[in-house]
């Protein structure tokens, strides 16, 4: 009897649990759940100005997703020198300027690469804007030769990395065009984008003083923690050029760049302006919601990718204590702009929007303009608030339509 009992419960604990495997693309299904407070500390207090946000929930809501979802990101700084390994003047035609600048850090003992790849635009004089995203490999971003193939993927065979293999997603001379610098390196000059040990020891992560003590922690920072921190190593360089204007950098990204732009964006202040497409789960969409990736199903893939902790909310979604709203309201008071596309369920759409417009009362605290309704807009019809979103008709990608919205969103926002 009791041995029939156990299996019957056995029998049921598979069932729920790889039932959860499954993507739920059916709306009906998404579980009842309440959102995590965004302006009510843990202790309860409610948070009624600019003030509090900043000093009380803003801190608490950054160590939570630390310390449960991405790890945390170390402030050591590492010894960092910068070299001019290319230059051309007239490339795109005439339109830009472009520079490849080899970025080393070091520790003494150990050193890596990250190739920071810049486009600037010819037709405008002084300082200009620009869009910082990471790349799968600086050479899969155009068919141009002179692009040198980044440190991380000129040993690398992975068959997405090929030259200018992803160039449809980079309109270049749009890019310069509309008066706007772009750089971009490779994610992988970071962190290899690979699950193991190995990968872990050859990622940057090494070079810091207290890799060996802390990289088992659950709490320690993994591969989107990394990217984010890259991403604000690129910062550090666009400072230091002449040509950028420092105060209107935009951090973007899609998909798994997406989560990592986020992150990059609710960490450092220095991002003017935060962009992501289609980043799903981990990225814009609301956990809770339960819908195409899951938790569960993002372990079973790139388990490398968040801080252990973030495993107990596995099959587990209604004991997070936060969701992806409360990232995106990190980013307040700085303009927001979240994308997603219809055909992309996995990256669940309607979690990514209800996310953004659920961070709006922290852009309202500071007299800025979130999402002003929960109900979806139409396809091809971008809210530009100081909350920004839209959807396109479409499957996972960066399309023209995604780069023009996003333009013209840093148009507005910056006056151009
Ligand atoms: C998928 C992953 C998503 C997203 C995507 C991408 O395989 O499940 O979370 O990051 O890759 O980066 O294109």
Redesign the pocket.
């Known amino acids: 009897m009791r041995k029939t009992f156990l299996a019957i419960v056995a029998l049921f604990m598979t069932v729920t649990v790889s039932a959860q495997r499954e993507p739920n693309y059916d709306e009906s299904k998404v579980p009842d759940f309440e959102l995590p407070e965004l302006l009510k500390c843990e202790n309860g207090k409610v948070i009624t100005s600019t003030k509090e946000w900043e000093e009380l929930r803003r801190p608490e809501l950054l160590s939570m997703f630390s310390h449960r979802m991405y790890g945390v990101t170390p402030s050591q700084k590492l010894d960092v020198s910068y070299r001019t390994v290319a230059e051309t003047m007239n490339d795109l035609n005439g339109k830009a300027f472009s520079r490849q600048v080899l970025v080393t850090f070091s520790n003494g003992n150990l050193k890596r690469e990250m190739l920071i790849l810049l486009y600037y635009p010819t037709n405008v004089k002084g300082k200009v804007p620009v869009f910082l995203t990471c790349n799968y490999g600086n050479e899969s971003i155009t068919k141009n030769i002179n692009v040198l193939p980044s440190p991380s993927t000129r040993v690398s065979v992975n068959s997405e990395i090929r030259r200018g293999a992803m160039d449809r997603r980079w309109p270049l001379d749009s890019i310069v065009a509309n008066g706007y610098a772009l750089a971009t390196m490779c994610y992988g000059d970071i962190y290899p984008d690979k699950a193991g040990q190995q990968a872990k020891d050859s990622s940057i992560m090494p070079l810091f003083d207290d890799y060996m003590a802390t990289r088992d922690k659950p709490d320690s920072w993994e591969a989107i923690g990394a990217w984010a921190w890259g991403l604000s190593r690129v910062m550090d360089y666009l400072e230091t050029d002449k040509r950028i204007d420092s105060k209107k950098v935009i951090v973007m990204g ?4 997406g ?1 990592a732009a986020l992150w990059a964006g609710a960490q450092d202040p220095r991002f003017a302006m935060v962009i992501s497409n289609e980043s ?3 990225g814009a969409a609301l956990s809770k919601r339960v819908f195409g ?1 899951n938790i569960d199903l ?1 372990h079973a ?2 388990p490398y990718w968040f801080c252990k902790n973030f495993r107990q909310y596995i099959c587990n979604e209604q004991k997070l204590p936060f969701d992806q709203h409360q990232l995106i309201a990190l980013i307040a008071p700085r303009p927001v702009y979240v994308a997603s596309a219809a055909g992309d369920l ?2 669940d759409p309607k979690g990514e929007f209800l996310s953004a417009y659920y961070a709006g009362p922290v852009y309202e605290l500071y007299g800025k303009k979130g999402l002003e309704t929960d109900k979806m807009p139409e396809l091809h019809q971008p809210i530009m608030n100081d909350v920004g979103y839209h959807i396109r008709e479409g499957v ?1 990608d960066v399309t023209y339509f995604d780069w023009r919205a996003f333009m013209d969103f840093a148009n507005k926002h910056f006056g151009k």
């Not at 899609?254 to 760049?257: F, M, P, T, V």
């Open positions: 899609h998909s798994r760049h989560k799903g789960c981990g990736e993002i893939n790139f996995w990256a996972h």
